[in-house]
């Protein structure tokens, strides 16, 4: 695998490729890989010539310092990872490679911006949209592979996207989950046991709602998924919502087109899910 740490060694080597015949497929981490991350190379290996993994913790998406000072960096294992599913490319930057000092960016993330994650994590997308575009606009890559966890992180990447004209295919994957159900996310090594066993909570009130969408009303789907949360003093429970899966607006009534999502802190460790209904 190639590893390369500044811009211009992979640009250099980028412009070495034929570009007409050389489909390249972007998969951006913020590292600490896990199954779900591989997966995503998976699918690049699948449809494109050459997949290209880039490793940043992107200080500008974290609005809480003690959060981006807790994430995980095993950057050697994630490398062995990579080898191991052979990987082409790593690109593993520094944060003074990806940014200048006080670097501006307004882009306008929109209604997005307002609901779920834009309203719990003020300035998240921003930070996530001026590194995604970093990365889109280095690249160049045919087609960009992101994990359905992050699904409003997926529907602001892709109206990026379109507003910037990029032409950049899309592809949202399937969430990879442990046996038992549990999401799989970097964050989780941070769940003691018993955590970790009050985490599963997310999955179980999202597999609920998906199990009883066509018999229950919303308001007694979401009153039933909500008291999951309530007997464990583990769990504080951000929002749990059903929604439009295109535009992430609240739903009033049942569709066919529809998501449900959660936030919720377990003990010091937040973690989101969703899943699609019906
Ligand atoms: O999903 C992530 O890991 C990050 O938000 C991303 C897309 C790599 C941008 O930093």
Request: charged share 25%.
């Amino acid at each position: 695998m190639k590893n390369f740490k500044t811009q211009s060694e992979l640009k250099s080597y980028l412009n070495s490729l034929n570009r007409e015949k050389v489909k390249v497929g972007l998969v951006p981490t913020m590292g600490a890989l896990h199954q779900g991350h591989l997966s995503l190379i998976e699918a690049s290996q699948k449809n494109c010539d050459l997949t290209i993994a880039s490793i940043f913790v992107n200080p500008t998406q974290f609005n809480n310092p003690d959060d981006l000072l807790k994430y995980p960096k095993p950057i050697e294992k994630d490398m062995e990872m990579l080898n191991e599913i052979g990987c082409d490319v790593l690109f593993h930057p520094d944060v003074d490679e990806m940014y200048q000092k006080n670097e501006g960016w307004n882009y306008q993330v929109g209604f997005l911006n307002t609901v779920l994650e834009g309203a719990f994590r003020p300035g998240h997308y921003e930070g996530v949209t001026q590194i995604v575009y970093k990365l889109f606009d280095l690249v160049k890559p045919d087609r960009a592979y992101f994990g359905q966890k992050d699904y409003q992180q997926f529907l602001v990447i892709s109206q990026m996207n379109q507003d910037f004209k990029m032409g950049i295919e899309l592809k949202a994957c399937p969430i990879v989950r442990e046996n038992d159900g549990l999401a799989m996310s970097s964050r989780n090594i941070h769940l003691n046991s018993q955590e970790r066993k009050s985490a599963l909570t997310l999955y179980q009130s999202l597999k609920f709602v998906r199990d009883n969408y066509q018999e229950l009303s919303l308001s007694e789907l979401l009153e039933k998924a909500q008291a999951f949360y309530q007997k464990d003093r583990l769990l504080n429970l951000e929002y749990f919502k059903i929604c439009d899966v295109n535009t992430l607006e609240e739903l009033n009534e049942k569709t066919a087109t529809a998501i449900a999502l959660v936030a919720c802190t377990v003990g010091q460790t937040r973690l989101i899910d969703n899943v699609i209904l019906p």
